[in-house]
């Protein structure tokens, strides 16, 4: 069957702009073939070149004393940990598959981010996600199909993530409106390796052969990557080819075969794995890495389908496939080592030194495309930017006059508590196998996931968090940009660790709208800055665009995953209160910023008022104050103020033991009349934490962040009798009492009696 | 004592198996391929846990056909211990050398997570070191972990002491009787779901796994 003739139609539905055309015409010095025209399509996807975000990406910070490979060189980024180890870490995001089909959009996204990580020569060891849903109470079509998503979602993650035998130890799960029809599924995983053992991804050396390794070529997953470059429409269903299906078996035995490999330095060249746009990506990208040319022919390429076309095969995303550069003469140990493996392993091409990517079909050339301009050319815009009409609306806030104090404030605790981004996600994690691998320190629950590393020279241990609050992005992208970053940072602090690099995947809507490319640009310069700041460099990332349905955007959601270390286990703190008698200390003050909060939205149904501001510099004092105290030895539990506020962190502190807790709030700093006691409880000022210590330990501990300049105060005792009481105090009018067991039940029962029943 | 850990495509708590044996047991240990056909008569063999061969047909119905399998089962008739952990034990039942079945746990979810158990036969090699009853704190991570078995057959393993561990409190997968690891009943084959071997190290949460491991050394 001949190729469908280029007209302007196919031209656009191939999402190449007429500009676009005309560059590919200059690069080729003649118009593309059928299989050319699809390839410079994936290659210039947003998805794969990030056109329209690359001017903002060069903001980020993303050097350091640690950082062995940075952002936009390789796969995946690489940090220093010491004694001659890394690791190497990424987020991906896999939305638009997600959105279509769950299960396999979800499982792919993962199998995708580990061979990220792979390719690179780290053996993973550790996953976290961030989930975001619409909400999932109710019983209206959107409910539904939302819990559907969600359940989808966790299975499919579970699914793959379990049978590779790698731990999903650690996530978010966060549900609003604006991702109802457009959920996010952004996947990270962490990998360890010596310096030794880092793999690049260049095709190098005129003669050396190219081998394609793994699972076989089929249809599926075709165009996914300008799939994912599209808003989603009603009209996306029919996309669901384009959603790729994984087999994490195939991977494991991939995965395994590829680190014996890398054991045999003297035969990898370079390696790349095929994910978005597959064998094009790898082969262009790996050629123009190499400042080289690479030829292959489809003939060689194992197909699990008959009669597939050039175009089919070049744009196929089959998963667990990985192309390996190979020294000439060290064929036979490529091959010995898969054939253990029971994997394909086959020599498909060469490289060259005329620096263009040639396919061929039984012989014919189907493609000759100049690498470089394919790979690293692509056009870069400077989308129009334009502060959105809807700010003026939502920001302003005045809960004096908007907002009277409940007179009864006793159900709000409770409410917040079962709320669904603020309750246990248990039902969540009990199915992801998070302890494989024998090094999870910290299981998930806690602010951080903590693992070890064994090296010869002793253990060393990461922890790590992904967090973002789409809300506060919403409402001032700037600063909950800047949150998002603070969050993470803090996070790993709590439980011990130094925050050390950082790695962003930016989920927006359509960057062709001035007002959504605007929250982004926001995003992008309040993550620059946090990362500046604080320290952590970005190694990496992922860019994922267009997320939005006719209904409209999602709220802008810049996630931010960190990575820390923490040297001594003795240093690896829980969250949670550990013992009765112990002091409880408010570190960072009462808080007043109500704005944005979970506080307003979930009780009271409003997406208003300013978030939390965020003072980069206040903020690293914090986290250097408690961070110092907790390799005092003095602290016993840690954990930070965030979704819900104080009474929320308070709560949360009591569910792992079953502890009590006799707070007395201290009055706000710095007012003339008496802060509202639904203010105090429940604002999220940034830079708090909920900190026990030894009784004898309290004056220590205060006169410690005294000199750090970070406000503290002794607020209350842990407690055996299981009722945690806020007392009549300065700042609380009216004593709330709890019972422990009561809030827990509402904590744990939320999300498995809206996913179960 | 000397220990192998099989290895089918698709194992994966292999490296955990080995490195708990040669790190916390500080016992020699080593990796049998599953196309090897070689089980010394001295070594114990453990069958780690895993997805071998992605749970294709039945959760170990593949790996039961590896040419190892034939060694192990030799292993086990001169009376050698043979200790199958989770897809290890699914791979037992299904090779013939321990009764009964797993099936899909009865919420059809996946689980993971720290579980009581209870020690419901002290006399194995695999318990000597247990109290009568004693509670062991141990994970499970498993989506079909529910033992199922007719009920002539459980009432003659019940009568030989076959039932050697359940779940304290009741089988969160729906197993019959609460039994999570059963023996054969020559007493030299164990399988049970949880993983005793994630259970070795305080640091990790519990070391309650030590005393399965180090009651098979206490025998030896």
């Given amino acids: ?757 | 004592m000397r220990f192998a850990v099989l290895q089918f495509p698709g194992s994966n708590c292999d490296q955990d198996s080995f490195n708990a044996i040669r790190d916390v047991l500080k016992q020699p240990v080593r990796y049998a391929w599953h196309k090897d056909t070689r089980i010394d008569p001295d070594e114990t063999v453990i069958v780690p846990g895993g997805f071998s061969y992605g749970d294709y047909l039945r959760c170990g119905a593949i790996a039961r056909f590896s040419p190892i399998m034939g060694a192990v089962k030799d292993a086990a008739a001169r009376g050698q211990t043979v200790l199958g952990i989770c897809n290890g034990f699914q791979i037992l039942c299904e090779a013939g050398l321990l009764p009964g079945a797993l099936v899909r746990n009865t919420g059809l979810h996946f689980l993971c997570e720290t579980v009581t158990l209870t020690v419901a036969n002290n006399r194995t090699r695999f318990t000597k070191l247990a109290q009568d009853g004693e509670t062991l704190r141990i994970p499970i991570a498993h989506g079909e972990g529910n033992y199922r078995v007719d009920a002539g057959t459980l009432k003659a393993m019940e009568d030989h002491g076959q039932v050697v561990f359940r779940y304290a409190g009741g089988a969160p997968n729906g197993s019959l009787s609460d039994i999570a690891g059963v023996c054969n009943k020559e007493g030299n084959v164990l399988g049970m779901m949880p993983h005793p071997e994630r259970a070795c190290e305080p640091l990790l949460g519990s070391a309650d796994g030590l005393k399965i491991f180090q009651s098979l050394l206490n025998h030896s």
């Fill in chain 1, 1 to 757: 069957m001949p190729d469908p003739a280029i007209t302007p139609e196919l031209i656009a539905k191939h999402g190449i702009t007429p500009d676009e055309y005309a560059k590919i015409q200059q690069i080729l010095g003649r118009d593309p073939n059928f299989t050319e025209l699809g390839i410079f399509s994936v290659m210039w996807s947003e998805h794969c070149s990030y056109k329209n975000s690359r001017p903002e990406l060069k903001k980020f910070p993303t050097t350091g004393p640690r950082v062995l490979v940075k952002a936009g060189e390789e796969n995946a980024g690489v940090l220093d940990i010491g004694d001659g180890m890394a690791v190497c870490f990424k987020i991906e995001s896999h939305n638009h598959p997600s959105a279509v089909e769950p299960f396999q959009g979800a499982a792919t996204g993962v199998g995708g981010i580990l061979r990220d990580i792979f390719t690179m020569g780290a053996r993973p060891v550790a996953n976290l996600n961030s989930l975001r849903f619409g909400p999932i109470q109710g019983d209206s079509d959107e409910a539904k199909t939302n819990r559907r998503l969600f359940a989808g979602v966790v299975a499919g993650i579970a699914h793959y993530g379990n049978c590779i035998g790698v731990p999903t130890v650690g996530g978010e799960v966060y549900f609003d409106p604006s991702y109802t029809g457009n959920p996010l599924v952004n996947a990270f995983s962490l990998g360890i390796l010596r310096h030794d053992q880092i793999r690049k991804g260049a095709a190098t050396g005129a003669g050396n052969p190219v081998f394609y390794v793994g699972a076989k070529t089929g249809r599926d997953g075709l165009a996914g990557a300008a799939f994912a470059s599209r808003d989603l429409t009603e009209e996306s269903k029919e996309d669901r080819p384009a959603v790729q299906v994984g087999d994490p078996f195939m991977e494991k035995l991939l995965l395994e075969a590829c680190l014996e490999l890398f054991q045999h330095p003297e035969a990898v060249v370079g390696v790349q794995d095929m994910g978005a746009a597959g064998l094009t990506c790898s082969t262009c990208e790996t050629a123009s890495r190499g400042d080289s040319g690479i030829e292959i022919d489809l003939a060689l390429v194992p197909q699990r389908e008959t009669g597939m076309t050039p175009y089919e095969t070049m744009l196929s995303e089959s998963q667990e496939r990985m192309l390996i550069i190979v020294r000439k003469g060290q064929e036979k140990v490529v091959k010995d080592i898969f054939a253990k493996w029971d994997l394909d392993a086959a020599e498909i091409g060469f490289v060259t030194d005329t620096k263009r990517m040639v396919v061929k079909d039984h012989g014919k050339v189907v493609v000759d495309i100049p690498a470089h301009p394919l790979a690293a050319d692509a056009p870069v815009y400077h989308r129009e930017a334009k502060r959105p009409a809807y700010l003026d609306k939502v920001q302003p806030f005045d809960i004096a006059k908007d907002l009277p104090e409940p007179k009864d404030l006793s159900g709000i605790l409770p409410k917040l508590l079962a709320s669904p981004t603020i309750a246990s996600k248990r039902w969540v994690y009990r199915q992801y196998d998070h302890q494989v691998q024998k090094n999870t320190v910290t299981v998930p629950g806690s602010d951080a996931s903590v693992i070890r590393i064994e090296t010869p020279k002793g253990a060393k241990y990461i922890a790590m968090s992904v967090d973002c609050n789409g809300r506060y992005c919403y409402l001032d992208p700037r600063e909950g940009a800047k949150a998002a970053v603070a969050e993470a940072c803090r996070n790993v602090t709590m439980a011990g660790a130094t925050p050390l690099a950082s790695t962003d995947n930016l989920n927006f809507g359509n960057p062709h709208n001035p007002e959504l490319f605007w929250q982004l640009r926001e995003c992008v310069e309040g993550l620059a800055e946090g990362c500046r700041v604080l320290e952590v460099p970005v190694t990496g990332g992922n860019v994922s665009l267009y997320n939005q349905s006719p209904k409209g955007a999602i709220d802008p959601t810049p996630t931010m995953a960190i990575v820390g270390l923490i040297d001594d286990a003795k240093h690896i703190t829980p969250s949670a209160f550990q013992a009765a008698g112990h002091a409880i200390l408010l570190v960072g003050g009462i808080g007043s910023e109500i704005g944005g909060s979970s506080y307003l939205f979930e009780i009271h149904g409003k997406k208003q008022g300013l978030p939390p501001r965020v003072d980069l510099q206040h903020e690293k004092k914090f986290l250097d104050a408690v961070r110092t105290l907790i390799h005092s030895g003095k602290v016993k539990s840690a954990h930070d103020c965030s979704d819900g506020g104080l009474a929320v962190a308070l709560a949360e502190c009591t569910f792992d033991k079953g502890l009590g807790a006799e707070i007395c709030l201290p009055a706000p700093s710095t007012k003339n009349q008496e802060q509202r006691t639904d203010i105090s409880l429940f604002n999220e000022t940034s830079a708090r934490a909920v900190i026990t210590v030894d009784a004898k330990e309290v004056n220590d501990a205060l006169v410690h962040f005294k000199k750090a300049g970070v406000e503290a105060a002794h607020i209350g005792t842990v407690q055996a009798d299981g009722l945690l009481a806020f007392n009549v105090g300065d700042a609380l009018r009216v004593p709330l009492s709890y019972a422990v067991a009561a809030l827990r039940s509402s904590f744990e029962d939320a999300i498995p009696h809206l996913m179960e029943s």
